[in-house]
């Protein structure tokens, strides 16, 4: 095989793992999009497609924090339908992320086959499957900055022009994606040896977006918080890394080690940057990037070294090559049973069909997303907006056994509806049926069952008038 056909393979394989989740989805007969982050980009996404730039989120009564992704669902949803476009765009910005994170690679002397063992890498980690999965600000900030480095690097200055609208809209993803793409040019430039006046002109914008922009709407609101599963995918984190990508990263790591004198500058930066993205999970990406470098690297050095038993050698890399396969179809089998499925958007579609306009509705956590979508109703606490107190009363309420404590909870707090689910009780809040909130509504007084199905069930919380 020739580079060109190389690389068509690299991008099959790609396109192969990222359409994996939604084959195996559809093939159990589940048809909704994945994800409960991805159901908030879609609600806000839709509201910009009804009604352009909007000033606050008319469900919640939140101030509106610009988003560019949520621009470009929207746009795409003029051709396609919402849903649809939160499969396709994410892979789409994954494939175009590939390919000028190779000629990023080429540029900067990567050599030809290093390059395509640490994209083989990349794309068969965890977290490149589920950024470019699961429809998320990630998957743009990713195609951005592949996009935006390949044009600052470049000599001709037109390029370095057409970087910089590309390099702010990144910065306006989020603040930590500000960070990210001034450590990685800045690292590019020590490189290079000389700190040219194009990394101070980027610098220069990025800190005015993040100032006159990010700042104010933090300092106002508060930052969003995102509730983070974990950092290891084979415990079941969602944007976890592949203890095989680690453990061949240290590998990547001593392999390269030799050159610490030469680049020592470059090894700090990119140790802060590791830093830094383990700080929220919507900074892993830019780990998992460097990670994958460390250990698409070993995997290089492994390929051309020489070998006394060139059988023992292609056995070492048919194994390493086969346990990152293998993590790879396995998040892919993980991600494709997760919530939601047709019987919750059933019933949450029933909710938005039968119930009032003003209705609250009391669901676990995770489940907040997909309420406000398919049914277009409030919930009390969702994996974004809490405060400290809605998370003691969202926990008071969901494990309590006094009728009376319930109940004030639920009027206090405007409570109209409480939505369950089978899963709440195999774990993920309880362990069997009948336990706290689930207790209590058995009092025919005070809930009535408005709607079930074999999966989940409506519950009309009936508000005492002393």
């Known amino acids: 095989m020739n580079n060109k056909q190389y690389l068509i393979a690299l991008f099959l394989i790609a396109f192969f793992i990222l359409c994996l989740p939604?084959?195996?989805?559809?093939?159990?007969?589940?048809?909704?999009?994945?994800?409960?982050?991805a159901h908030y980009h879609a609600r806000l996404s839709s509201e910009i497609a009804e009604n352009g730039l909007i000033k606050k989120d008319p469900l919640l009564n939140e101030k509106y924090h610009l988003n560019p992704y949520h621009f470009v669902l929207a746009a795409s949803s003029k051709i396609l339908p919402l849903e649809l476009s939160s499969i396709i765009i994410p892979i789409v910005l994954g494939l175009f992320s590939i390919l000028f994170l190779y000629l990023s690679f080429l540029d900067i002397k990567f050599k030809y086959l290093r390059s395509l063992f640490v994209l083989l890498v990349f794309i068969l980690s965890p977290i490149f499957i589920s950024s470019f999965t699961l429809s998320s600000p990630r998957a743009l900030a990713v195609f951005l900055l592949a996009l935006g480095f390949y044009l600052f690097q470049k000599k001709n200055k037109i390029c370095f022009i057409l970087s910089l609208p590309v390099l702010a809209a990144l910065s306006l993803v989020g603040i930590g994606h500000s960070i990210m793409?001034?450590?990685?040019?800045?690292?590019?430039?020590?490189?290079?040896?000389?700190?040219?006046?194009?990394?101070?002109?980027?610098?220069?914008?990025?800190?005015?977006?993040?100032?006159?922009?990010?700042?104010?709407?933090?300092?106002?609101?508060?930052?969003?918080?995102?509730?983070?599963?974990?950092?290891?995918?084979?415990?079941?984190?969602?944007?976890?890394?592949?203890?095989?990508?680690?453990?061949?990263?240290?590998?990547?790591?001593?392999?390269?080690?030799?050159?610490k004198k030469k680049l020592y500058k470059i090894y700090l930066l990119m140790m802060a940057l590791l830093l830094i993205s383990f700080i929220t999970k919507s900074l892993f990406i830019y780990a998992n990037l460097i990670i994958s470098i460390l250990a698409g690297s070993a995997f290089y050095v492994l390929y051309v070294k020489k070998w006394h038993l060139k059988r023992l050698r292609n056995f070492v890399l048919l194994i390493l090559f086969c346990g990152?396969?293998?993590?790879?179809?396995?998040?892919?089998?993980?991600?494709?049973?997760?919530?939601?499925?047709?019987?919750?958007?059933?019933?949450?579609?029933w909710a938005g069909e039968n119930t009032p306009k003003s209705s609250k509705f009391f669901a676990y956590q995770g489940d907040g997303f997909f309420i406000e979508f398919w049914a277009d109703r409030p919930v009390l606490l969702n994996d974004f907006y809490a405060s400290?107190?809605?998370?003691?009363?969202?926990?008071?309420?969901?494990?309590?056994?006094?009728?009376?404590?319930?109940?004030?909870?639920?009027?206090?707090?405007?409570?109209?509806?409480i939505f369950m689910h089978n899963d709440l009780f195999t774990g993920l809040v309880w362990d069997k049926k009948h336990q706290g909130l689930h207790f209590l509504l058995d009092n025919a007084e005070t809930f009535k069952r408005r709607y079930h199905n074999d999966y989940c069930e409506i519950w009309e919380y009936i508000q005492r008038r002393d």
């Open 22 to 37: 939604y084959f195996f989805r559809l093939s159990n007969g589940n048809h909704i999009f994945i994800g409960s982050e």
């Open 324 to 349: 990152f396969l293998f993590s790879a179809l396995s998040h892919s089998i993980f991600l494709s049973e997760s919530f939601p499925n047709d019987k919750l958007v059933s019933c949450l579609e």
């Open 388 to 417: 400290d107190k809605d998370i003691y009363e969202y926990n008071t309420i969901l494990h309590s056994f006094d009728i009376k404590k319930t109940q004030k909870l639920l009027s206090d707090n405007n409570i109209h509806y």
């Open 181 to 259: 793409i001034l450590v990685i040019l800045l690292a590019y430039c020590l490189h290079k040896k000389k700190i040219c006046s194009r990394f101070y002109t980027v610098l220069l914008i990025i800190l005015f977006i993040v100032v006159a922009f990010h700042l104010p709407y933090y300092l106002t609101n508060g930052v969003m918080k995102q509730v983070s599963d974990g950092f290891i995918s084979d415990l079941g984190s969602i944007y976890g890394f592949s203890v095989f990508s680690l453990l061949l990263s240290i590998i990547g790591l001593f392999f390269i080690w030799r050159y």
